[in-house]
């Protein structure tokens, strides 16, 4: 889990930086993006563990014991120290839970200003 958890991180963080910096205002492309780059981006961060899932056990022991995998968001380097926690699963929901109080409050906030709220 915390692979999925960094690999979504990094875009998520590098949203939000942008969020702050156009003062909580953005476009459609950008809700539509973010979520994208997220889901890109813990896939990414998986793939030295598709092979195990594939049955590939021989390819997945190279690839787990290859320091160059830290390609994949430092996916060797996490195999190393990664402790089993709950955390994980708690901070992606968070993620995904900002993504939709901020799309929601673009909806609100395009609604008001365009005079179509009741």
Known sequence: MNHIFLGSA????IAMIVFLLRRGRTNVAYWVLTP???AIGAAWACL????RLLGMYDLYMRMAEDPHSDIFFWHYSIDRVEIDTPLYLVTVAGMAACLLIGIWREVRLRET???TNP
């Open 10 to 13: 990094v875009p998520f963080v």
């Open 36 to 38: 994208l780059a997220m």
């Open 48 to 51: 030295p563990d598709v092979p």
């Open 113 to 115: 200003s365009s005079g």
